[in-house]
């Protein structure tokens, strides 16, 4: 079992940038590919990025690609999303989740990760 934990949300300025951490509980923390994932009120849930467990490859939505950048520390146990050039569309909360160990397939899809944090909210003034 994987717990997660996210942190670092709350309000920015459009154009601002806000730095969000997730603290996991496996004690092989390397062996996760993590995702990032938000949701909007009145949205679907929406992939954000990832980065996988092997070599750290990194993987971005559409919407965030060139704004917002996924990096992991793995003796923190820990990941992060810098979100930079916020726009008021990035408001949702944000969801931290981890695959199964050695996975690295279809990372942008909410199905292959078992593992979820409780998500934190950012809110994006214009």
């Known amino acids: 079992q994987v717990q997660l934990v996210e942190s670092g949300g709350g309000l920015a300025q459009a154009g601002g940038s806000l730095r969000l951490s997730c603290a996991a509980s496996?004690?092989?923390?390397?062996?996760?590919?993590m995702g990032w994932f938000r949701q909007a009120p009145g949205k679907v849930r929406e992939f954000v990025a990832a980065?996988?467990?092997?070599?750290?490859?990194?993987y971005s939505g559409d919407s965030v690609k060139g704004r917002f950048t996924i990096s992991r520390d793995n003796a923190e146990r820990t990941i992060y999303l810098q979100m930079n050039s916020l726009k008021p569309e990035d408001t949702a909360v944000y969801f931290c989740?981890?695959?199964?160990?050695?996975?690295?397939?279809?990372?942008?899809?909410?199905?292959?990760?078992?593992?979820w944090g409780q998500g934190t909210q950012v809110t994006v003034s214009s």
């Open positions: 989740a981890a695959t199964a160990p050695f996975s690295a397939y279809n990372v942008k899809a909410e199905a292959v990760y078992p593992y």
């Open positions: 496996a004690r092989t923390f390397s062996d996760y590919t």
């Open positions: 980065i996988v467990w092997s070599g750290g490859s990194t």
